[in-house]
């Protein structure tokens, strides 16, 4: 018999197949006392699992590339972490076992992040992948993970940790099913760059059964249990259908009455450059630097170093756009050199433009390294920075790029809602918006995006949402500048169409999400996505919105 069970969507296409659940590691070692003598070999062991679970981390983020890269490199500075070594080190010395310490070091340092607030519930979940791997290799026994078979199916799981889900097989992994996570979480992140469909945040998913079959929905977030056969028919027709539209699609961005909306893509690296270009991309809305400076959290690296990843992405695009975003520290991507240790609530206190400005020097050497790797190349070149949150901070970065002698366009980041209601304010001192969603919604509902509990107020359809970027893009239409979405709302095809209406000029994301974007603003006039965002912003919740727009667009 068909039941049907509803998630949240995170990443487009249907997926048919058989349940696989995703090994879960059941790895308390027991309390055991050592003895003295004993001490030190067990530190020894320690400190050799440590850096192999930290090199296996890199290497599985080497091979993966893109966005998993950034997020597995962040995996191994954890692994490594200084402060719990020492606690390790300490618990053994005192008889404990190497694989008990780490085990007892690991949770002490959980239990005080869920103290401070539910904030790094996101990192949690990594620091709890971590510890299974480094107690694995010191039992000497695998690491559970992803399931062993032949043939294509669903994969089930409580999460999926980033070294699992970087390297997941497309061939063989059709869909992916989570009881948490996000619509913003490393989860769906990874799924959309993956082009996999996915649901998260589905209580109750991991009580079906292993190899039931059943039918995962990416776009509406339903997943069918025992699908019937005219169930299965219907969506494989909308499936096709669906794919004969993308390969309809072609060209640059544009409503059916060819109002231009430049699609850009998202890249964390030049390893993500392919993708942007073989989608189609118009040049890139969001170059996270980030990855250059996760490869030592001990020092930032070398202006060199930077001119030639930069000029990697830059030469990609000749002719085209490339928004490059100077670096974003702090909060859940820590550096050591940076970022400060003791924080109590480090999503309100000094990350991204704040971290910045109290290390110019960091600062004008990653604006001079942009400014030398666009030197010769026709690219258009624009600089934004992240978390500004009133006219004083876009001064002060504004001023920074030009005492760097940097000829770019200078933006801001609105991931703050001051940002957003005195946006006029701040293109005073910048000349285009870019509207990091992700954060924004964080921000305007104090809701932890790596929370699965609070995924609702996450979902970037919820009014008041709307009503921000509303502001921001009417403030920049007054100043006659642009104003983007960077977050991952713009890869959502039908929100594309209701940010398009809103005044939105450009829309970046995921590589693997434009041309269900452009096939999408293909098919609606520029008033037709006007109406649909009317709709939306006069909903009282998220699910009305998207129900308000879909009905807009589809004549009802």
Not at 22 to 27: C, S
Not at 175 to 191: D, M, N, Q, R
Not at 251 to 270: E, F, Q
Not at 485 to 505: F, H, M
Request: include cysteine.
């Amino acid at each position: 018999m068909e039941t049907t069970l509803r998630g949240v969507g995170v990443s487009h296409g249907v997926a048919i197949g058989e349940v696989r659940h995703m090994g879960t590691a059941v790895l308390e070692p027991p309390a055991k006392q050592i003895p003295a003598e004993e001490a030190e070999r067990e530190q020894q062991r320690a400190r050799q699992a440590v850096e192999a679970v930290a090199a296996d981390l890199t290497a599985r983020g080497n091979l993966a590339g893109g966005e998993a890269q950034a997020v597995l490199e962040a995996q191994a500075l954890m692994a490594q972490d200084p402060e719990l070594m020492a606690d390790v080190d300490r618990r053994i010395a005192v008889g404990s076992s190497a694989e008990r310490a780490v085990y007892d070091a690991f949770a002490a340092y959980r239990e005080l992040l869920a103290n401070a607030g539910e904030y790094l519930a996101g990192r949690v979940a990594d620091l709890d992948d971590v510890r299974n791997r480094i107690v694995a290799r010191l039992l000497g026994v695998p690491m559970p993970g992803v399931p062993d078979s032949d043939e294509p199916y669903v994969l089930v799981a409580r999460d999926l940790a980033p070294a699992d889900t970087a390297l997941l097989d497309p061939t063989l992994v059709l869909g992916f099913v989570t009881e948490e996570g996000g619509p913003t979480s490393h989860s769906a992140i990874l799924a959309r760059a993956l082009g996999v469909p996915a649901v998260v945040a589905l209580p109750g998913a991991g009580e079906i059964a292993e190899g039931t079959l059943i039918a995962v929905d990416g776009s509406s977030g339903e997943i069918f249990v025992n699908p019937t056969e005219e169930r299965r028919t219907a969506l494989e027709a909308a499936a096709a259908e669906r794919k004969a539209a993308l390969a309809a699609a072609t060209g640059p961005g544009a409503t059916a009455d060819g109002h231009k909306v430049p699609l850009l893509a998202n890249i964390g690296g030049p390893a993500d450059v392919a993708a942007a270009v073989e989608a189609g991309a118009e040049g890139v809305g969001l170059f996270r630097t980030e990855f250059l400076f996760l490869d030592d959290s001990k020092a930032a690296p070398s202006e060199e170093k930077q001119v030639e990843a930069y000029r990697q992405v830059l030469e990609a695009f000749p002719e085209g756009r490339v928004v490059v975003r100077v670096l974003d520290a702090g909060a859940d991507k820590p550096l050591d050199f940076l970022t400060p240790a003791d924080e109590p609530n480090p999503a309100l206190g000094v990350r991204g433009l704040r971290t910045l400005l109290d290390h110019p020097d960091v600062l004008r050497t990653q604006l001079t390294a942009l400014a030398k790797a666009a030197d010769g190349l026709p690219v258009h070149i624009e600089v934004m920075a992240p978390m500004v949150a009133d006219r004083a901070d876009a001064k002060a970065f504004a001023d920074a790029c030009r005492e760097a002698g940097l000829r770019a366009k200078y933006g801001a980041m609105v991931e703050i809602p001051s940002a957003a209601l005195r946006a006029r304010s701040v293109l005073r001192e910048v000349e285009f918006l870019s509207l990091g969603t992700n954060d924004l919604a964080q921000y305007t509902f104090a809701a932890d995006r790596q929370v699965g509990a609070v995924s609702r107020l996450q979902d970037p359809w919820q009014p008041a949402l709307l009503d921000l970027v509303a502001l921001s893009a009417e403030a920049a239409r007054a100043e006659g500048k642009s104003c983007g979405v960077c977050g991952e709302a713009a890869s959502d095809p039908l929100l594309a169409c209701v940010l398009t209406g809103l005044g939105v000029t450009s829309l970046s994301m995921g590589a693997a999400s434009i041309p269900y974007v452009r096939a999408s603003l293909a098919k609606f006039t520029l008033a037709q996505c006007e109406r649909a965002a009317a709709a939306a912003r006069a909903a009282d919740s998220a699910d009305e919105a998207r129900n308000a727009a879909q009905a807009v667009l589809s004549g009802e």
